[in-house]
């Protein structure tokens, strides 16, 4: 308790509590829209179970990280080596998880654009299990690089335990909008998946080594959005001109 009220007093434990609770909020926003993504190929009774389930297995998984850091830290010391490189369990964790999301966001970007709607009725249809357990399988790679992105910023686990729950509790927010949203808008879609790609072209890199800045994916992401949203607005006003809304009109005399 007074570690604690110490923690509580030190200006320098805020500040980097602030910091932690944003990059923890914009490093979920992966994990959500996979989860998005994944949820809304299920019947709609289920969209909202498997939401709920897939962001408590992401709160489950960081909290449960975050009990073993001292674990998590020995995660990035070399396991074996190749060609003169260390490879870790983290570069192989995120390597498996990018080469997934590879093949996930290419599955469904030709579910989306296959022009043969008898194939697709033919397809598999994805079951509430197999959701879970794909959204599980993304949630425990971005949950790794979500904690060593946390033990990286402070030494309090406290800080890291209230940033991670804060940030878990934005993505429970933010869940039901974000998938009602692009479930309404189909260009969305495409424009999310095309996301994934980058964010699975990413873990690869960092799994061998290539740091890549996350302002750059991000900004990439804030720009292309801002993009597809001057589309959205540009076709509902042409379609606000082709349909224009009937004016109440003067009585007509006889």
Do not use: C
């Not at 320098?12 to 959500?32: C, P, Q, Y």
């Not at 060609?83 to 999301?101: A, N």
């Amino acid at each position: 308790m007074n570690e604690l009220l110490q923690l509580a007093a030190d200006p320098t434990v805020w500040a980097a509590l602030a910091t932690l609770v944003v990059m923890e909020v914009v490093l979920g926003i992966d994990n959500l829209i996979f989860i998005s993504i994944l949820t809304n190929r299920l019947p709609e009774h289920q969209q909202t179970r498997a939401r709920r389930i897939g962001i408590g297995l992401a709160l489950i998984l960081r909290l449960g990280l975050l009990g073993t850091v001292a674990f998590i830290v020995h995660l990035t010391e070399p396991v074996f080596t190749v060609l003169g490189k260390g490879v870790s369990w983290r570069d192989m964790i995120l390597i498996g998880g990018g080469l997934f999301l590879l093949w996930k966001a290419t599955k469904e970007i030709h579910h989306t654009v296959d022009p043969d709607p008898e194939a697709k009725e033919s397809g598999p249809s994805l079951g509430f299990a197999a959701a879970i357990g794909q959204i599980l399988l993304l949630d425990l790679v971005f949950s790794i690089d979500s904690i060593i992105t946390a033990v990286g910023m402070t030494e309090h686990v406290p800080v890291m335990m209230i940033a991670v729950v804060t940030a878990v509790i934005v993505m429970l927010v933010a869940a039901e909008p974000l998938s009602a949203f692009i479930a309404r808008n189909p260009t969305v879609v495409m424009l999310a998946l095309g996301f994934l790609i980058m964010i699975g072209m990413t873990l690869i890199a960092e799994g061998f080594g290539a740091h890549v800045p996350k302002g750059y994916i991000y900004t990439a992401m804030a720009f292309s959005a801002g993009v597809e949203g001057l589309n959205m607005l540009a076709r509902r006003r042409r379609r606000g001109a082709a349909n224009p809304a009937p004016k109440a009109g003067r009585a007509v005399r006889s």
